[in-house]
């Protein structure tokens, strides 16, 4: 019984970083650029802040409900659970890339410009690098948050940690909720040291 | 305006035999006009810059005299008139190539903090894809021009200068790709008169050294007639006086003995 309780344990840990994992990659490849493009579009930046914020505030059990009849995306199982991680870990990001880029010195990038910069130089040579703590920063936020979001995914059978949480509710066994909560927790505190760590070698400037 | 230019050129091209055409200036204003909404910034300046001279534009805040510096480097375009850089004007240069071959340096120098002093230096001859070799030695031969030794200051981050260091690493990444111009906008505006002296010292001795052509923004008048081949007192958006420094001394009207009186107050010149 012990050892079953173990290798269920690694087995829903695994799952669970997995389901983080994939989330937050996509939701990385999605946001940064979408922070690019909107220092560079002033008007959208509204409209998709907006959006972002809105996606924020849906409670997260009700996302993941809503989602589950809509095609293509939704249904049961993993993928509904990453698309609803996905839209979570956006927002952070998201609002940490324009933080960060537009928050780059005037000075700096008037002298970029004045020197003969093309846009792209100036996104890649001067804004990325003087921005990149703070994006990172904006990963941080939202890898530890997806984690802890993540456990709600075992509703709509994304499985993961939520596994034993569900059923502990259920059956009212408080040894089976810790047993999903205390991992889950241990995890986004890992996570949240390890990107603090790289956080700190961006650190020169 | 295109109109306008083509005849000029072959005019000038049918007389190349016969007669020697002036002297291009570098920099010319014509008439030029900037409005940012309703509001005139400046109105209808024309002068010249020829090759070599140091022109300082004199004037109080908001004057528009750094307007002036961003019409020549392409940052803004005129509303109406147009600015000529080596004849041609600016908005038919390719507007990165016409950046490259202008120097800025503006106040706080604008340096790159996540980059190195020799980084920031060697930047746009990196832009210009130099051969590495040829952008240290470019950086090690202007970092000693400024009188910042090479070996104690190239691997330094700006946050680790003074201001005056940072404002020497400006100059110098300015010359870097040795453009034939370079633009001041009041650079030793925020550093203390010791060093303010220093500096103003080395530019004059870099200008005598390198014969480069320079437009010099500052509200200094002390500063103005200290550097200046030409002084350019610019005034809500005109310019008022444009002479020798000797002749803006005896210059009339208000502004311009406005401008005086401040000599008198600090007493020296």
Sequence with gaps: MQSGLMGELLELTLEHVGLVSVAMAIATAMAIPAGILLTRREALRRWVLGFANVMQTVPSLALFGFLIPLPFIGGIGKHTAIVALVLYALLPILQNTLAGILGVDRAVRESAIAMGMTGRQLLWLVELPLAARTILAGVRVATVITIGTATIAAAIGGGGLGVFIFRGLASVDTNQILAGAVPAALIALAADKGLSWVEQKFWRG | ?269
Excluded at chain 2, 62 to 84: A, F, I, M, Q, Y
Excluded at chain 2, 158 to 182: H, I, K, T, Y
Aim: glycine residues 8%; aromatic residues 6%.
């Design chain 2, 1 to 269: 305006m295109a109109l306008c230019r083509e005849p000029v050129a072959r005019q000038a091209k049918l007389n190349l035999d016969s007669v020697t055409p002036p002297a291009n200036p570098l920099v010319s204003f014509r008439n030029v006009f900037y409005r940012l909404g309703r509001q005139d910034i400046l109105r209808n300046l024309s002068f010249d810059v020829e090759a070599g001279e140091t022109l300082v534009l004199l004037g109080r805040s908001g004057s528009g005299k750094t307007t002036v510096l961003k019409l020549v480097n392409g940052l803004l375009l005129p509303s109406e008139g147009e600015v000529l850089v080596e004849g041609r004007p600016t908005t038919a240069w390719n507007s990165i190539r016409l950046k490259r071959r202008i120097g800025y340096v503006i106040q706080e120098a604008g340096l790159f903090p996540h980059l190195t002093v020799a980084a920031n230096v060697g930047l746009v001859p990196r832009l210009e894809s130099w051969p590495q070799q040829d952008i240290d030695r470019r950086v090690v031969g202007l970092l000693t021009q400024v009188e910042l030794p090479p070996a104690e200051f190239a691997h330094r981050y700006p946050r680790e200068l003074s201001g005056g260091q940072r404002q020497r690493v400006g100059v110098a990444r300015a010359l870097a790709a040795d453009p034939p111009l370079l633009l001041f906008d009041e650079p030793f505006g925020a550093l203390d008169p010791m060093t303010r002296m220093e500096l103003q010292r080395q530019f004059l001795a870099m200008r005598q050294n390198l014969g480069k052509t320079a437009i010099f923004v500052t509200h200094d008048v002390r500063e103005a007639l200290l550097l200046a081949t030409r002084v350019g007192l610019v005034h809500q958006g005109r310019l008022e006086v444009l002479t020798t420094p000797s002749e803006f001394l005896l210059a009339q009207g208000d502004e311009v003995r406005a401008v005086l009186s401040c000599l008198d107050t600090k007493g020296n010149v």
